[in-house]
């Protein structure tokens, strides 16, 4: 299996365009999550999903933030209107049901000037 | 508030001088402390899952304890190639992840 998979690797936007990022995750894996990293302060939970569906938001900082799975090989985690603020890194990881084993992506290195 | 704090911030060790990363937590529901590894412009990488007082880990040079306050990860005799940031974490029954902000380890030849 390849892993999890994000697209773009790099992204170099402006204030106020509009960001999507990507993730495909290891087939047969029912959880997806997608987690924001930052020096000052670590890996932040955003959101979930399991089995293509959202379970637990309260991390999306604020509604400028968005994400879907419309399928289980596929997801998309939006930003409108990027900030300077919004520039991190953002990993998408998935599981096995029940496991709290996570499999990290890549990551996708967000810069917003 | 549930919470995760790992220290030192920086460890620099000579190669083969073990020494120990702690990770404190309060939190609620625990349903496992994990640790991952994370080297630089990579995903972290799952290391260990401990889920009760007195458990106990070990993979290589590695090795993870958990008491019902803290958790530890102990390096015997690191190399070089252990240089990397080591990510504490805590999971929920609920499936919430709380992770601290890592220990940046530096192991010099």
């Known amino acids: 299996d390849a892993g999890v998979i994000q697209s773009p690797r790099h992204e170099v936007t402006e204030m106020g365009q509009e960001v999507t990022l990507r993730c495909k995750p290891i087939?047969?894996?029912?959880?997806l999550f997608w987690y924001r990293q930052t020096m000052m302060r670590g890996l932040e939970l955003l959101i979930y999903?399991?089995?293509?569906?959202?379970?637990?938001d309260s991390g999306m900082p604020e509604d400028r933030f968005s994400a879907k799975m419309p399928n289980a090989s596929f997801s998309t985690l939006k930003i409108q209107p990027s900030e300077p603020r919004d520039s991190a890194v953002y990993f998408c990881a998935s599981s096995l049901d029940r496991d709290v084993r996570q499999f990290f992506g890549p990551g996708t290195r967000l810069t917003v000037l | 508030e549930d919470q995760v704090t790992q220290s030192p911030e920086a460890l620099r060790l000579q190669e083969g001088e073990s020494s120990s990363l702690n990770c404190s937590y309060t939190?609620?529901?625990?349903?496992?402390l994990f640790w991952y590894r994370q080297d630089p412009g990579k995903g972290p990488e799952f290391l260990f899952t401990l889920y009760s007082a007195g458990e106990e880990k070990e993979k290589e040079r590695l090795k993870a304890t958990l008491t019902k306050k803290e958790s530890f990860l102990h390096i015997t005799a690191p190399k070089p190639e252990d240089s990397a940031t080591y990510l504490c974490g805590w999971g929920s029954g609920t499936y919430k992840y709380i992770f601290g902000t890592g220990t940046r380890l530096k192991v010099l030849a």
């Open positions: 939190v609620s529901g625990l349903r496992g």
């Open positions: 087939s047969g894996h029912d959880y």
């Open positions: 999903f399991n089995n293509n569906v959202p379970i637990d």
